[in-house]
């Protein structure tokens, strides 16, 4: 692979339960080790089975920089992985990656936020083809939408990262769009199931020697299961309906440029329940479009500029007949332009500088109409002292128009053995999140003096090879210290500073992928998280989550593809122990072109449990399908 430091070859950036058996896990993950060795020396097909390479990763640093090269911790999930998983969205991707707690309060369409090491929603930043969708007003994003339709890459980047300014405390989940490649292909998926469950993409892409072009339409309705439990009062299920629209165009220009023109829109209605009871007509309708323009050119040998001019436009409509208090209308909007210079100054060294601007604006009609100004910049340098190690320092100071300046910077390290089969890596950082709309300016209780909250948080972790073996493992500590927290006084009812908390934990993963067409990974995080002003575990965050999924494909046309989640050691916000639960999906496909039917099963062993208290999780859900791919 070529050297991505040197000056000529800058790239483009692309009830009770029982707890889990963790040494039953454990056998378990050495039998599947051991499995997949036979089942590809007796198949010939795989003998032409491409190896993998090493994985590229560019949130870390905001440069196209090889896994072994990060000194942060991350997650890379690639089209290959998203299509054997085949997920209906992308919090069922998220739920398997190491640090990441997703709670779902409901069934399909209903509220599912994303946590990152212990953190709130609100303290992870989410980027979509470059472009931040956390919500202005409640400073979350709602996973529940947004569907895993022509996605082609997620990072998940654990740790405050300093680069990417306010929201970044915890870490970033960037999702990247499809691309257009060589060969003009038509495909379309059809599938149905319990709840009258039923999903229609078609999709286009391909590229020709200048131009590449991807676009796809879903249409997904569920008759979905009550939001409330049955001991709520829950008589009859509420339906969900989502239409998401997808396309990215690109186009190289003058030799070495590129422009990207990536547009991403969703409408979902969802029926709800009201508060503590059943609600027979109360509806929520959520829509987003997200718009992003790049356009990258090397401005000589060793400076390649990009420039991002990104908006993302949000609307939640709550309606009901039969109370005022369900009836809303919430929106919000960011303006943002980003310019980015990476300059090689050797062939070991790369120099990024970075300057935005984003306008901000959010409304909650009848209460408030506000918007915010933040400029930022930033400086990062990557250098590396020996073939082995590498080093990153980033430095980026914030103002924003309320609060005033903030200051954030990290550092990281990855220095590699020299028999090249293992590492150590780590990163040191602090990070802020701007306090939201609501928290400034909702009527009575916001106030427009909060000031930022604030993270330190550093990680160490060694990654190693086992002998000449495809079998790996990382083994990651990690520490946070949250500050001026803003919480909400039960006493003078309003928002203010006055919370602090800390998170601290081990993710341990063991990973083994011989080839493309095989991979399995067993994950074990473990949180200790605290609210210092009390002692006690912060809400929904589980001290262990035990994950596994395995992607096989045991003939050259059968794919099998596992998921599992083990969770244990939950109290909810009122301090009543949570019940452990187990999920498990199951994804079968049959290559049969041009048709490749399948089978998904959701909670396969029909699993009782909340991940939020009082709000239904479906039971096991089939379903049954086929794709279709024309070239």
């Given amino acids: 692979m070529n050297d991505s430091r040197s000056p000529d070859v800058l790239r483009p950036r692309g009830g009770a339960r029982r707890r889990p058996n963790l040494p039953w896990l454990c056998a378990a993950a050495a039998i599947l080790l051991a499995a997949p060795g036979s089942s590809r020396q007796d198949d010939e097909a795989d003998a032409d089975t491409p190896a993998v390479e090493e994985e590229i990763v560019v949130s870390a640093n905001r440069y196209e920089v090889p896994a072994s090269e990060i000194g942060s911790a991350v997650t890379v999930i690639e089209a290959d992985e998203i299509e054997r998983r085949n997920p209906v969205a992308v919090l069922d991707l998220l739920r398997t990656v190491p640090g990441t707690e997703v709670t779902h309060a409901g069934g399909p369409g209903k509220i599912a936020t994303v946590r990152v090491r212990g953190g709130s929603g609100a303290q992870a930043l989410v980027l979509v083809d470059g472009v931040r969708v956390n ?36 870490g970033v989940i960037s999702i990247t769009t499809g691309r257009g490649m060589e060969r003009w292909r038509l495909g379309g998926t059809g599938e149905a199931g319990t709840h009258d ?51 990215r165009l690109g186009a190289a220009f003058a030799g070495d440029g590129r422009i990207d023109l990536r547009v991403r829109s969703y409408r979902g209605d969802t029926a709800l329940d009201g508060f503590g009871l059943e609600d027979l007509n109360a509806m929520a309708a959520q829509d987003e479009d997200t718009v992003s323009l790049t356009v990258e050119k090397d401005l000589g040998s060793f400076w390649r500029q990009t420039v991002r001019v990104g908006r993302t436009d949000a609307a939640l409509l709550g309606t009901d007949p039969d109370t005022i208090w369900n009836n809303y209308e919430i929106r919000s909007g960011i303006r943002q332009i980003d310019l980015q210079s990476d300059i090689a100054l050797g062939a070991d060294n790369v120099l990024n500088l970075g300057f935005g601007t984003e306008n901000r604006r959010g409304a909650s009609v009848g209460t408030f109409d506000e918007e915010a100004d933040l400029d930022s910049w930033f400086v990062q340098d990557q250098w590396s002292i020996r073939d082995n190690v590498h080093v990153t320092a980033a430095l980026r100071g914030d103002e924003h128009s309320t609060f005033g300046s903030e200051t954030s910077h990290r550092v990281t390290v990855s220095g590699g053995w020299s028999d090249g089969r293992g590492r150590v890596h780590g990163s040191y950082g602090t990070a802020f999140r701007a306090p939201n709309f609501n928290e400034l300016y909702f009527p009575f209780s916001g106030d427009p003096n909060l000031l930022p909250e604030t993270t330190e948080g550093f990680d160490l972790g060694v990654q190693q090879r086992l002998g000449d073996s495809d079998v790996t493992l990382d083994l990651t500590w990690f520490d946070i210290d949250f500050d001026q927290l803003i919480e909400f006084d039960l006493t003078s009812f309003t928002f203010g500073n006055v919370a602090r908390a800390s998170s601290s934990g081990a993710e341990f993963t063991l990973r083994y992928r011989p080839d493309i067409s095989t991979s399995l990974e067993f994950s074990h995080t473990w949180n200790r998280t605290e609210d210092e002003a009390t002692g006690n575990p ?51 496909s049959y290559g049969w072109s041009p048709f490749k039917p399948f089978v998904r099963i959701e909670n396969a062993l029909d699993e009782d449990y909340f991940e939020v208290p009082g709000f239904v999780t479906p039971g096991r859900t089939i379903v049954v399908g086929f794709r279709l791919q024309r070239r």
Wanted: net charge negative.
């Fill in 135 to 170: 919500s202005v007003t409640g400073g979350t994003v709602d996973f529940a939408n947004l569907l895993a339709t022509n996605i082609e890459r997620i990072e998940v980047l654990r740790g405050p990262q300093a680069t990417y300014g306010s929201e970044a405390m915890t």
């Fill in 197 to 247: 469950h039923r999903r229609f993409d078609l999709g286009l892409l391909g590229a020709t020697d200048r131009w590449d072009v991807s676009v796809s339409a879903t249409d997904l309705s569920t008759d979905g299961v009550s939001h409330r439990a049955i001991e709520g009062g829950a008589v009859e299920d509420d339906p969900y309906e989502n239409r998401t629209w997808s396309s």
């Fill in 538 to 588: 912060l809400a929904r965050r589980p001290k262990n989550r035990t994950t596994a999924v395995a992607q096989l494909q045991p003939t050259e046309r059968f794919t099998v593809a596992v998921m599992a989640a083990f969770v244990s050691d939950r109290i909810d916000s009122d301090g009543a122990v949570m019940d452990d639960y187990t999920k498990v999906d199951l994804h079968l």
